[in-house]
T-cell receptor
């Protein structure tokens, strides 16, 4: 595709549930980043993939958060046992280019 | 610690007035600096990067290593410039571009 695609655009879930957020990067880009943006804040780094491997996962807040990129293109961010504090916009970037984000709301 | 500071949450100017959006950074090394813009209900868009030394939509930004600043400037603001602006720096991983560290953003409002 022409740009970074993220699905779903909105996700509402209940506390304690598991969610998966998908990112489809720009074709051919090996670098892929996940960020989280809370209200009134700039995006905060979560994890960086170079190809299939996570080159830097130092931004993941705890072990409930996990991300994969098995074939070096599409990536999935997985959040287990969601908490209300996980509510935010989750952004994916392909090099310097961002997707529209997934607005996650945990009730 | 690596940090980007945008001291103004909101900047309001009249159309045709000059604009300066401030950005200061803290980084031990040679960072790469960027400005991103987010128009209402749109995604984050790359506006400028310091290594390109270009002018986009009339905006320019100069890296001042002595003052550790990368302020964004435009001589004559337009109403369509109203948006959120984020300053960001990138760490390097042995020559590869690393993740971005963002400031909290400045909301620019250009009044008619």
């Amino acid at each position: 595709g022409a740009g970074v695609s993220q699905t779903p655009s909105n996700k509402v879930t209940e506390k304690g549930k598991y969610v998966e957020l998908r990112c489809d990067p720009i074709s051919g880009h090996t670098a892929l980043y996940w960020y989280r943006q809370s209200l009134g804040q700039g995006p905060e780094f979560l994890i960086y993939f170079q190809g299939t491997g996570a080159a830097d996962d130092s931004g993941l807040p705890n072990d409930r958060f996990f991300a994969v990129r098995p074939e070096g293109s599409v990536s999935t961010l997985k959040i287990q046992r969601t908490e209300r504090g996980d509510s935010a916009v989750y952004l994916c970037a392909s090099r310097l280019f961002f997707g529209s984000g997934t607005q996650l709301s945990v009730l | 610690a690596q940090r980007v500071t945008q001291p103004e949450k909101l900047l309001s100017v009249f159309k045709g007035a000059p604009v300066e959006l401030k950005c200061n950074y803290s980084y031990s090394g040679s960072p790469e600096l960027f400005w991103y813009v987010q128009y209402s209900r749109q995604r984050l868009q790359l506006l400028l990067r310091h290594i390109s030394r270009e002018s986009i939509k009339g905006f320019t930004a100069d890296l001042n290593k002595g003052e550790t600043s990368f302020h964004l400037k435009k001589p004559f603001a337009q109403e369509e410039d109203s948006a959120m602006y984020y300053c960001a720096l990138s760490r390097n991983y042995g020559g590869s571009q690393g993740n971005l560290i963002f400031g909290k953003g400045t909301k620019l409002s250009v009044k008619p």
